[in-house]
């Protein structure tokens, strides 16, 4: 229902969505019964909008003007100052407001700003007079008093949702089995008769395609046993990926990865497959980099899982769980607000302590809570620079800091260590390193490199204390549950730390990870990232998070009893955008009515649409426009025709996702290797023009 003929004459419209993105940008987060708001202009004084309540009927459900429609109106008063710096404001009181008409469930608002406030009239469908505000006025509030207010809406945990059972059409595929049955699917398969061939190895495989065997659609492989080592199975996995991918006749086949006991569903569920948590955040970056070609599954009962194998293999989902034969997919929901403060006192050991975050966090114990014993451990220790002038700063404070050369992930330095300090009362294990590589190139040593100083030390951590009152706090990353691209090691490392924070749970020991989102300005591992690797970052619905904001964060995490919670900053703009990872798709907010819910085949409709001598130009445009949003420019200016994407400042990782992109735009399967076969946006949009030429005939 429109509420009047178009935009006002010299009026330029606003995105909605990018409106309440930019609203909860500075704090201000509407829900969806508040989103009121369908069209917005203004001429840059006064502004213009159409704004309607959920639902059809004529009533106003009982009130004169409805709550939820008044404040949409409201709204539009704080549009101008989204775009200046003189910080958020909030309506605060109002003068001379009156209804005209009751029952309204649309109208036509206009905001005309006054000194310190605006006046408002709103109207309806024919123009005639609904309500009229003769003076709002409008008060500043500080990001601190927001951000204070919202900490529970950024503080969220992972939540298992069930997947419907799909029909019986997956029993036409073919399906194969790979390598040794550690878990004994072969024998629930079989029970499901659900016929396969078996291969022991992809060189087994490869010899049986040679011979003329068709390629099986799923291919199942069972990762783990429980007495595999984290870092063998890691590898293990690594080495099947990287010959998986190296394949092209199994472009179209899907890996089927079998874990027990890998991921927990629920709170209380116990997590005896450490080895297969490294296995899921691993593939979890494999599964980013090259989507639809693995697929990750956890059973409760592999010896009775073969029709829910075969199910979930229907259902398109990259990522489940089988617990007592019903599917469920991950998602990270928001966490309530905690009702209670927690604080930490006594002995704290810090590892990474004299790393930029580790510095942070020294503070925060020393001012925010009751620690007046701190042992940061380091590798470098006190050789490591800044130790000294932290010693002293945390002195100043109250707090007696010991700064001590230890490498956690040597479990005897770590035992001489303890031995020579007070049983701690709280462990902060934030030491970690990222060597970002792609899955193609990921090597064994790169993956140790990671593994190491996150899952070694944090074993140690955990079977030399045993205290059951011992606050056990372990610094992970959201990273491992997204499976950011470049970083499978990273998040193999740290899904394990989330993993053993539900295996200390289930010993009756204290253990929290937190999965941290990006920090912004931190020194340390996210100082490296490029303007392309944040404009990656952002896209996927994060934001880098301040230090106040993820201290808070950390406190009120401790408040909570569940084992992993991510504290992140979410891009509330970006979510409402394409291509935000299915495990943050509950988050993003409602779509706008008008909006498409995909870019899938972009770029073919678009040319289906023109004359074929401007074809080739608009392919080009397209390609310079895809390209440019993965570089994180503004525009397709900066992306010149024939200068090639490498020099263009596109590495790996902007290859893999410009390659997804386009695959998206055109319905086609694009090799990895897209701009390395077609260095430059010219002779690409060529080769795509041709491969859409050469389909449509």
Not at 483 to 502: I, T
Request: aromatic share 4%; with cysteine.
């Amino acid at each position: 229902m429109s509420t009047a003929a178009g935009p006002p004459q010299g009026a330029g419209e606003i995105d909605v969505e990018g409106l309440y993105g930019r609203l909860a940008d500075r704090g201000l987060r509407y829900g969806p019964a508040f989103r009121g708001l369908r069209s917005v202009w203004t001429d840059g004084t006064e502004v213009h909008a159409d704004a309607r309540l959920d639902g059809g009927g004529d009533g106003g459900d009982g009130y004169l003007l409805h709550p939820a429609l008044f404040d949409a109106a409201l709204q539009t008063a704080l549009v101008p100052g989204l775009d200046g710096d003189g910080g958020t404001v909030l309506p605060f009181a109002l003068r001379g407001v009156r209804v005209h008409k009751a029952g309204a469930r649309a109208v036509r608002v206009r905001t005309v700003p006054g000194e310190g406030g605006a006046a408002l009239t709103l109207t309806g469908p024919d123009g005639e007079p609904v309500a009229s505000v003769d003076g709002l006025v409008l008060r500043p509030v500080t990001a601190g008093q927001l951000d204070a207010a919202a900490q529970g809406t950024r503080l969220l945990r992972p939540a298992w949702q069930a997947v419907p059972q799909p029909g019986p059409a997956a029993e036409r595929r073919a399906w194969a089995f790979l390598g040794t049955d550690h878990l004994g699917v072969t024998g629930g398969l079989k029970a499901a008769r659900r016929p396969f061939d078996a291969y022991s190895s992809l060189r087994a495989l490869d010899a049986a395609l040679r011979d003329g065997r068709p390629v099986p659609e799923i291919v199942v492989v069972s990762c783990t046993d429980e007495d595999a080592p984290v870092r063998s199975a890691a590898q293990r996995a690594l080495g099947l990926v990287q010959d998986w991918l190296a394949d092209d006749r199994l472009a179209g086949a899907r890996l089927l990865l079998v874990t027990s006991g890998g991921v927990a569903t629920r709170p209380e569920e116990d997590l005896s497959d450490l080895p297969g948590a490294a296995v899921w955040g691993l593939l979890r970056t494999a599964q980013s980099e090259h989507p639809g070609r693995f697929v990750l599954v956890d059973v409760d009962d592999p010896e009775d899982s073969g029709r829910a194998l075969v199910a979930a293999a229907a259902t398109g989902e990259p990522q489940l769980a089988v617990r007592q034969g019903a599917l469920s997919r991950p998602r990270l929901v928001r966490c309530p607000p905690a009702p209670k403060r927690t604080t930490l006192s006594g002995t704290v050991l810090l590892t990474g302590g004299t790393g930029a975050l580790g510095r942070v966090f020294a503070r925060h114990l020393a001012t925010r809570h009751d620690v007046r014993h701190l042992v940061l451990l380091s590798r470098r220790g006190p050789a490591a620079p800044g130790a000294a002038e932290l010693v002293a700063e945390l002195d100043a404070l109250g707090t007696r800091a010991e700064v001590i050369a230890c490498d956690a992930a040597d479990r005897a330095a770590l035992e001489r260590v303890l031995a020579g300090i007070p049983a701690p009362s709280a462990v902060i294990h934030s030491a970690g390193v990222v060597a970002d590589a792609t899955v193609g190139a990921l090597g064994p040593r790169g993956l140790d490199r990671v593994l190491r100083p996150k899952v070694d030390a944090a074993l140690n951590l955990h079977e030399l204390i045993g205290d059951p009152d011992c606050a056990f706090v372990l610094f992970s990353s959201v990273a491992g549950q997204i499976g950011n691209s470049g970083q499978a090691n990273y998040a193999a490392a740290n899904v394990v730390l989330d993993a053993l924070a539900h295996r200390r749970r289930a010993l009756g020991l204290h253990g929290v990870s937190l999965a941290w989102g990006l920090w912004a300005d931190d020194g340390g591992m996210g100082s490296a990232l490029s303007a392309a690797d944040l404009n990656r970052v952002r896209r996927s619905g994060l934001a880098p998070l301040a230090h106040e904001q993820g201290l808070a964060l950390f406190d009120a995490a401790l408040a909570r009893d569940e084992a992993v919670l991510a504290p992140v900053r979410l891009d509330e703009a970006a979510l409402a955008g394409d291509g935000v990872p299915a495990v943050l798709a509950d988050l993003a907010p409602a779509r706008a009515e008008h909006r498409t819910a995909t870019a899938t085949d972009a770029l073919r409709r678009r040319l289906a649409d023109l004359p074929e001598a401007e074809r080739d130009l608009a392919a080009l445009e397209f390609v310079r426009a895809e390209a440019a949003a993965v570089l994180g420019h503004d525009g397709l200016d900066d992306v010149a025709p024939d200068r090639e994407f490498g020099a263009a400042g596109l590495d790996s990782l902007g290859n893999l996702e410009l390659s997804r992109r386009l695959s998206a735009a055109t319905g086609l399967r694009l090799p990895a290797t897209l701009t390395f076969d077609h260095p430059t946006p010219a002779g690409l949009a060529r080769h795509l023009r041709r491969l859409l030429q050469d389909g449509s005939r």
